[in-house]
């Protein structure tokens, strides 16, 4: 899959939740490996900050992201936004807002949605890039009994349960099994707030912008008439008289179950800030912006440590080419074909294996008593996998050889000895102009990588 940025440039206002004040916000195209990017247009020289896990700064009513050279350049209320455009499969998007925070719009996703869908996107040159779930990964708040639980999965999906001690709302559960229903199922849902929870929101110079059209209100606790009409007027909206306990909206539920599957929404929102699609199934209870955040910032330590994913290897899996069509198309041979199978190929990567065996000519001198396979080899047999991605693309192969001409910032960081798979996965680093090219590699024992090297090499048609 390609990386998308929007077709064209949109823009939405609105009033800022916290702050009150009328926003305007544009979402532009951007170039690709951008991710999500904020520009504060009201400040001087319009710095940036990227929306990432480690910007978070706050997650009190919202999730802040700040630039860390400048905490003044700030953003807050990003996730329903961000949820939209992830759910849409955008990858780059430069924002520009003239405020510390998005509109509210709403309370929801849907008006962003809408406009992703009007001006719809365009694919790019490079390839969308996966955080693959290989293990079950569990953060926990243990004052709240809030988890979130990530599971391996063919797909993206999320349950969320939410549980409050409330007679109106109590224990509500949500599912989003399949992104591609983001729109229809969850764009929609709002934020909710208890009435009881106005005063010290107010108090604490928050919810300026807040009224009865962009949150549900929730009335759950008996309070006298007077109170409610001095929040009400706290708050810039008409007095209400509540007979009984429940939602003071006039707009009624978009469903049932619309304050968990916000809750949900949240959760999409705030994975954003990973900064690449999640495959995985979510299991979340009584989720909030904390605890979601904290989830992206254990992937996104994870990604800095390495942040190319071993590709997944089944060996059960029918190969893309097995040892005989590669003999077809690279002229080495024993000893030096280094090559097994190779397990996938898109335009610009490919996927490859080397079984180390105890037998390799080359234990027998490096070293009798200590095998290691020479790193050079792997470097080698790295190339080799690359060269069958460069030489797929011509006809008739076996009239060709690769030849290196480049090999640069090359790594080991493990040894590699008999008994590892090596698992290669190379993409081109530019497009392949005059028979040359470019190419980055990783080999992987595990989901450790042992060894990288960017380089060049040409294909030249034999004499």
């Not at 809408?114 to 708040?141: H, L, P, S």
């Not at 999906?157 to 409330?166: G, K, W, Y």
Request: charged share 25%.
């Amino acid at each position: 899959m390609k990386q998308r940025t929007l077709k064209q440039a949109f823009s939405l206002s609105g009033k800022g939740l916290h702050t009150g004040l009328h926003i305007d916000a544009t979402f532009k195209p951007a170039e690709v490996n951008t991710g999500y990017v904020f520009c504060r247009t009201d400040l001087e020289g319009h710095p940036t900050v990227e929306a990432v896990a480690e910007h978070v700064v706050e997650t009190k009513r919202g999730t802040v992201i700040a630039a860390k050279s400048n905490k003044e350049v700030r953003v807050s209320t990003i996730e329903h936004a961000l949820a939209a455009l992830y759910a849409a499969g955008i990858d780059n998007c430069l924002i520009e807002v003239n405020a510390p925070e998005l509109p509210i719009l709403d309370g929801s996703a849907i008006l962003w949605a809408n406009k992703i869908d009007e001006v719809g996107y365009v694919e790019q040159e490079a390839d969308k890039e996966f955080y693959v779930v290989k293990q079950r990964i569990k953060v926990v708040d243990r004052n709240t009994g809030s988890s979130l639980i990530v599971l391996p999965d063919d797909d993206f999906s999320i349950d969320t349960m939410i549980e409050f001690d409330s007679p109106v709302l109590d224990n509500q559960f949500a599912s989003l099994d399949n992104i591609s229903k983001f729109k229809d199922e969850i764009a929609a849902c709002r934020t909710f707030v208890f009435v009881r929870e106005v005063m010290p929101l107010v108090q604490a110079n928050l919810i300026k912008g807040g009224d009865l059209d962009n949150a549900i209100v929730i009335h759950d606790t008996p309070m006298p008439q007077e109170e409610l009409d001095k929040i009400a007027d706290l708050m810039g909206v008409p007095h209400k008289s509540v007979a009984e306990l429940g939602y003071l909206n006039n707009k009624p539920l978009a469903f049932n179950n619309e304050p968990a599957r916000h809750k949900l929404l949240d959760v999409l929102g705030d994975l954003a800030l990973i900064g690449r699609p999640l495959k995985g199934r979510i299991v979340a209870t009584r989720p909030g912006h904390t605890l979601n955040t904290q989830l992206s910032k254990k992937i996104r330590q994870e990604l800095r440590y390495q942040n190319v994913q071993a590709p997944i290897y089944d060996p059960n899996k029918e190969p893309l080419y097995d040892v005989n069509r590669i003999r077809t198309m690279l002229p080495h041979r024993y000893p030096m074909l280094m090559v097994d199978k190779i397990l996938e190929m898109g335009e610009n990567y490919v996927v490859g294996v080397k079984n180390v065996s105890g037998n390799e000519p080359f234990f027998q001198g490096h070293f009798p008593d200590e095998p290691v396979m020479p790193g050079v080899l792997q470097v080698e047999a790295m190339a080799q996998v690359g060269g069958l991605l460069v030489l797929s693309k011509v006809e008739d192969p076996k009239q060709y050889s690769t030849y290196f001409m480049k090999i640069d910032n090359v790594k080991f960081r493990q040894k590699v000895v008999p008994g590892d798979t090596l698992v290669f996965h190379l993409s081109l680093m530019s497009p392949l102009r005059r028979g040359i090219a470019t190419m980055k590699g990783y080999a992987f024992v595990g989901e450790r990588v042992v060894s990288e090297a960017e380089f060049m090499a040409q294909i030249i048609k034999k004499k």
